[in-house]
């Protein structure tokens, strides 16, 4: 009986252990916001299209990016689509977030 009780139990708390692995490891995932597909779009055109690029990038409202990663890059592309549109800047603040990342 002792032996039968000690199998349940252990059977139980694995099934337990996996579900806690499982919460844990789900919850450990990259999250972006809905800005990152549209940085996707922006680096796709930006070899052919780059003022469509940068219109895409000036339309990201920055209040809403996630976190670091997500600033440095629409920085970054922004810095990018500027210079492939032929306009000059001196604005450091336009590649700083991309620095800091």
Known sequence: MVKFL???????????????????????????????????????????????ALAIVEAIDTATLGGAEERGRRSLLHAMALDKSGIDTTDASVIAPALAW
């Open 6 to 52: 000690t199998f349940v139990v252990m059977e139980k708390l694995k099934w337990i252990l996996l579900a806690f692995v499982a919460v844990i490891a789900g919850g450990c995932g990259q999250r972006h916001t809905a800005a990152w597909e549209l940085m996707d779009t922006a680096q796709a055109l930006m070899e052919d299209r780059p003022d469509s």
